[in-house]
């Protein structure tokens, strides 16, 4: 059975525009390939556009995908959604998410869904949360294996808030790890204080980045734009160590 709830009160589509395209993500392997189609607006707003992050993330999940069949994983601001779709497309069980507060950034993560036969509430569920605040919609949120994110750290006045929504998670899910993707924007911006304020941990992921997406034919580092981005996994102090090259 799916996790059904009402994540906004617009659920119209964006309407096409002269600016909207169709982004093609390919996904090899010897037993074929998977392509993913995300929806873009060039000239939207952040959650509009496939950001070099999410790329990343992406194929780091397509070469584990043996192991996410099954897994229950919710993606924090989910934006174009391109590795909660891809963990979907896996046969995850996948909850993707994004401000309660913006009715069309979650619809075009329906797009999204649908550009990929994904059909929202049946395949693939899309839920309204407000990063920092535990509303209704957190409580409400299935049992989870993995939480994943791609750039969701841009902004340093929403760290916290993320920080406490993740927190909360980990402590509802105490098995359950965060997955996420970083582009390096200023030297001076940390979460290391935070993550001690809220009992968290974090580990850099040991990933080549001159080898993800090799398999499908894709250099990343191509397609960074020269952009650092690192790989980290959260999980809460009490826990042990992780294997963090594994899911």
Not at 119 to 135: A, E, M, N, R
Request: glycine content about 6%; overall charge negative; hydrophobic content about 45%.
């Amino acid at each position: 059975m799916r996790f059904h709830m009402n994540s906004g009160s617009d659920d119209n589509e964006i309407a096409a525009s002269s600016t909207e395209h169709i982004r093609k993500f390919i996904f090899s392997s010897n037993a074929g390939k998977l392509e993913i189609k995300i929806p873009e607006l060039l000239q939207g707003a952040y959650s509009f556009y496939t950001w070099p992050c999410a790329p990343v993330l992406a194929y780091f999940l397509w070469e584990r995908r043996e192991t996410l069949s099954g897994m229950r994983i919710l993606e924090l601001g989910s934006g174009t959604a391109l590795p909660g779709i891809l963990a979907a497309k896996c046969n995850a069980q996948v909850v993707l998410t994004d401000n309660c507060i913006l009715p069309k950034s979650l619809a075009h993560i329906r797009k999204s869904c649908l550009a990929n036969h994904l059909q929202p509430g049946v395949d693939i569920d899309v839920v309204g949360l407000s990063w920092g605040l535990l509303l209704n919609s957190v409580f409400r949120l299935p049992a989870l294996d993995l939480i994943i994110a791609a750039d969701c750290f841009y902004d340093p006045s929403v760290f916290e808030d993320i920080i406490v929504t993740v927190a909360f998670l980990l402590e509802r899910n105490s098995d359950a790890k965060f997955i996420f993707t970083y582009q390096e924007r200023s030297a001076d911006w940390s979460i290391e204080a935070l993550l001690k304020k809220w009992k968290l941990q974090a580990l850099p992921i040991n990933v080549n980045m001159d080898d993800l997406g090799k398999d499908s034919g894709v250099d990343l580092m191509e397609s960074m734009g020269g952009h650092t981005i690192h790989l980290l996994e959260i999980t809460r102090c009490e826990k042990s160590i992780p294997l963090i090259n594994d899911l």
